[in-house]
């Protein structure tokens, strides 16, 4: 039987989030099974349910590849197809939970701000269309019919990489079921939960020929699998409608706590923040993989002065954790040969990522007078590599769902200053305020990084 919907069923969510719930069902039992939608394409869909919906989560160290077959969803639904069908789903009270990892850009959500973004045009339609077609849509219309039928509301569990991700998906559903009716807003606001989360592990997108690989390995074929890392993390502030969840503490890598806040800063801008450095230095460098990168000693030494230097200094540990043991850590992790991580799908939608990533840290060091000349050159490789040109002259696919935008600006530059000036005026990214003082500093990075190179920069970088 299913207990949870999950809105977004890529590889992270069944790489990290079901085998959790399913090892948390193994050991206390309950009736907690998933049922997975798509939102986007049916490709998932049509791999797993001729598999009634198992798949193989395969663990990658550097010593070998251990391969486990996961059988917790019990449904997987193409939510385009029919989303009235996917809304009486959520609606049954049977499902006590709606989890989510729809990426930041799926939550429609102006970035520098976390509120609503209200002129979306998706927004817009789910606004004015009872048939929702965004994720945020989808949870106002079932939490909307269960409402008219006197049932409890849902906890809303997301599981992305944002800042308070439990306050933002807070803010986008509150703030459409405002506009749709503020009675179910105020129902919403008052009796719903959406606990914050910190979530960590590492998952490659799955190739072509690890699936081959697999096959030959097992004797099995299988559409769908997972790879992942071995380390697992899952911070969850304990906040659940009823207090109805699975027993998710009984499960290696998982906390309950009353506070996310310590975590996910230090996870966000220690881990995600040097991901996305490393992807967009890495890739103008000329490195496809995140371990690639690491294996350059120029990166490598970056990467640890970035932390050192301009991350660190910026984060208030939670209790019992040593940041420098954190950051060994996650070098450690990069580093692991049997993790492809490419840099262009880190890359991707960096402008949904870059305030939570980046900028914030970059705010608190220019508060307290400290150099951030790291985070900078950062961000002017982001800016670089939206203009859809790498070092060599060839075309980056770049993947964002501001890339038109971002690169008639980059083109409407007809000079690195004029460049820089036109992307720190999209508002959605950049406060204005941060962009006023990062304007200088970036300038010259991006200047020198046009002139010079992603690597050379970065050997100044760390040797200054």
Known sequence: MAGIVHLGLGAFFRAHGALIVEDAVRVAGGDWGIIGVSLRAPAIRDQLVPQDCAYTAVEMSPTGRTPRVVNVLRDVIFAPEDPQALVDRMADPAIRIVSLTVTEKGYCHVPSTGALDREHPDIQSDIANPLPVTAVGCIVRALQKRQAAGLRPFTVLSCDNLPDNGRVARNVVVGLARCIDPTLADWIAYQGRFPSTMVDRIVPATRPEDITALAAATGRQDRAPVFHEPFCQWVIEDSFVDGTRPALERVAGVQLVEDVAPFEAMKIRMLNGTHSALAYLGYLAGHHTISDTVADDVLRTFVQSLWRREIIPTITPPDGVDLQAYAHDLLARYANPAIQHRTWQIAMDGSQKLP?????????????????????????????????????????????????????????????????????????????????????????????????????????????
């Open 356 to 464: 939570q990533r980046l900028l914030g840290a970059i705010g608190d060091n220019m508060a307290a007078g400290r150099a951030c000349d790291g985070l900078i050159l950062t961000v002017a490789a982001w800016m670089r590599y939206v203009g859809g040109v790498d070092e060599q002259g060839a075309a980056i696919d770049v993947r964002d769902p501001l890339a038109a935008r971002l690169r008639a600006l980059s083109d409407a530059g007809e000079t690195p200053q004029q460049k820089v000036e036109n992307l720190l005026s999209v508002e959605e990214v950049f406060a204005p305020a941060l962009a006023a003082q990062m304007r200088e500093p970036l300038v010259q990075a991006f200047d020198r990084l046009v002139a010079q190179g992603a690597r050379d920069n970065v050997r100044r970088v760390s040797e200054g």
